[in-house]
């Protein structure tokens, strides 16, 4: 029976096969198991009903219409429940518009969403009226067939049409956030229901394929985005995502209160390190210098510990980054092997430098990182050593323009046990430590050494016997800049040594410090004082650059991060000024900001000079020689 009424109704068999793809979908999807009150769901559940209801009716429609049922009442039933096949794909295109709104998580305008559904109010009141009004279309019987009325394309197709296009512009806006899958399939729907809406209204009535055409659509996201393994996979990308900007989160929060914590103890070791370098150099009495030594070692070791925690912090969340500049190779050994001799001198071991003076001089690189890893090696063979010697060896070989630079780390400590060694470059990692418990650290340096030569294109590796001795060998490659050798740059530059750098007699001068903290302001004062200049000091940043509008300074230092008005906003202010009596005047920042890279920072905002907290008088006697 079914077949002769297929033979029959040739015009409506296709139609029986959409709602045989439909029934398949709403199956499965009553099959699974989907989050209850996801806006997608939702969507997705009344456009598989509407478009059910949808292909249902245009089954129907034929065949009532050429049924015997004939009369007032009957004909507009007639014509009612044909014309609802408007409504009903209406109601599911704009259930697809609703779907991707909530599948881009596009954050719709109120008056579009009520635009919409306005929309679909007028073309439903026109349908529901069309049997009396004849606005949309009338109906003749099957000899005469169809005539457009007033309303056929503003009722008809009209809102399918804006339906289409708004659901054209969420996918055009959102198409760099589709993947392959998604791109495909909701493009594939969108051109169904173009071609559906569209090819229809040549047809007059004569034969129905929009709901053909959507329910193809409908399969084909089904298929695509909406089985069960695909919202799993979703399911799982979007906690994955959640779980990836919580963790970033986390992350930045965590480097922010790093930062702010390292700002906050610098500013009270600027002090401390300070008065206590005063009290190095003024007291007489051997008791008292003894204490002052002993705090600056656990100063500078404190200091350490900072510098390798923000560093870490920064590596792990992938935001070290490697400057290359010009620098003097003789001048960082001269200042890492003045350090290292001040140590093992007062540990009563010998300290030995071999450095090839033909290698050139003035190199490429990150001064400042590489520095840090040869600090770090000194400073553990000087702490794991108890008697003998540390020897400080850099070699290399020039090729070009490059130097392939060799530097060893030889101590006579009490060396590393062979199963130790594979775990040695580790965070927090320190070996043998029961035996080692007394010694300080944090068994962060060689980790971070490692990880900082690997940014840098070098290596680190470890040869060590157990109580004889161990070799730290270092190996990078840097850029030459000039040809002058280290022996020939040391001829005319000498070689480095802090207590014979002193600020030049400049008694005609007048320098300003600005900051906050009384105690920072008397340790640059005490270290400025050998100048002879004129110090002037200010706490109240306000009255700093009234004093800088109106009086002129030959040099002028300014923290940072300061209430009411910080050093970045003075120093623009008399940097921009038309004219002032300091706009030529060098500004120099001298901020606890030292976590990498503020000094590029602070240069480029337009300082002239940078100096770190805590102040080392050797640092501000090069930047004060340098600018006045």
């Excluded at 109580?467 to 730290?472: A, M, N, Q, R």
Aim: hydrophobic share 40%.
């Amino acid at each position: 029976m079914l077949l002769e009424l297929l033979k029959e109704n040739v015009k409506i068999s296709y139609e029986i096969s959409s709602i045989f793809f439909t029934l398949i979908i709403i199956i499965f999807m009553r099959m699974k198991s989907w989050g209850k009150g996801k806006g997608t769901t939702k969507s997705f559940r009344c456009m598989a009903y509407s478009g059910m209801i949808w292909n249902i009716v245009e089954v129907i429609s034929p065949t009532l219409l050429r049924s015997d049922l004939n009369g007032t009442f009957w004909d507009a039933v007639k014509i009612l429940i044909d014309g609802s096949q408007f409504t009903w794909g209406h109601v599911t295109l704009l259930a697809f518009v609703f779907y991707l709104e909530h599948y881009t998580s596009y954050k719709h305008k109120t008056w579009m969403r009520q635009l919409n559904v306005a929309i679909l109010l007028f073309s439903t009141f026109a349908v529901v009226s069309n049997p009396v009004t004849h606005w949309v279309f009338t109906y003749w019987g099957p000899v005469l067939g169809y005539t457009k009325g007033p309303l056929y394309l503003w009722a008809g197709y009209m809102p399918a049409m804006v339906y289409g296009v708004y659901a054209l512009f969420l996918y055009i806006r959102n198409f760099r956030g589709f993947i392959l899958r998604e791109k495909i399939a909701l493009l594939g729907t969108i051109l169904m229901v173009f071609l559906g809406s569209s090819l229809q209204v040549f047809f007059n009535g004569q034969i129905k394929i929009t709901a053909l055409f959507a329910s193809y659509g409908l399969f084909i996201l089904y298929l695509a985005l909406e089985t069960s393994d695909y919202l799993n996979l979703v399911s799982a990308r979007s906690e994955l995502e959640e779980a990836r900007e919580s963790a970033n989160a986390a992350s930045q929060a965590k480097s922010i209160f790093i930062a702010s914590m390292s700002h906050e103890i610098r500013t009270p070791m600027n002090a401390i390190l300070g008065i206590n370098e005063m009290i190095l150099k003024e007291t007489k009495e051997e008791k008292t210098l003894v204490y002052a030594k002993d705090m600056k070692t656990s100063g500078e070791t404190l200091l350490t510990i900072i510098n390798d925690v923000l560093d870490i912090s920064k590596m792990e969340a992938g935001r070290l980054e490697i400057r290359d500049d010009k620098y003097h190779l003789s001048q960082l050994i001269d200042e890492l092997s003045y350090e290292t001799r001040e140590a093992t001198t007062a540990k009563r071991l010998d300290f030995e430098l071999n450095l090839d003076e033909s290698l050139p001089d003035l190199l490429l690189g990150d001064k400042p990182h590489l520095q840090q890893v040869f600090h770090n090696l000194l400073d553990n063979a000087v702490k794991y050593t108890n008697r003998g010697k540390i020897t400080f060896d850099i070699q290399g070989e020039r090729d070009g323009e490059f130097v392939h630079l060799v530097g060893r780390v030889e101590d006579t400590g009490v060396g590393i046990k062979p199963n130790d060694i594979p775990t040695l470059f580790q965070n927090f990692h320190r070996v043998d430590l029961e035996r080692n418990r007394s010694i300080e650290g944090t068994g962060l340096g060689l980790s971070l050494s490692k990880k900082i030569l690997t940014l840098m294109g070098g290596r680190i590796s470890v040869a060590s016997q157990y109580e004889i001795g161990s070799i730290f060998t270092v190996e990078i490659t840097q850029k030459v800049i000039g040809d002058q050798s280290i022996y020939d740059y040391r001829k005319e530059a000498g070689e480095y040594n802090p207590l014979t750098r002193k600020i030049e007699n400049v008694e005609d001068k007048r320098f300003l410090v600005v900051d906050d903290n009384e105690m920072n302001l008397k340790v640059a004062k005490a270290f400025l004082a050998s100048s002879g200049a004129e110090i002037i000091t200010e706490q109240d940043s306000v009255k700093a650059l009234e004093l800088i509008k109106t009086e002129h300074f030959d040099l002028i230092f300014l923290d940072d991060l300061m209430p009411r008005l910080n050093g970045s906003a003075i120093m623009t202010r008399v940097k921009r000024a038309e004219s002032g009596v300091n706009k030529e005047t060098p500004i120099i920042v001298m901020t606890a900001n030292s976590t990498g890279g503020e000094e590029e920072k602070y240069l480029e905002m337009g300082f002239d000079g940078y100096v770190a907290k805590p102040v080392k008088e050797d640092k501000l006697v090069e930047v004060v020689n340098r600018f006045v």
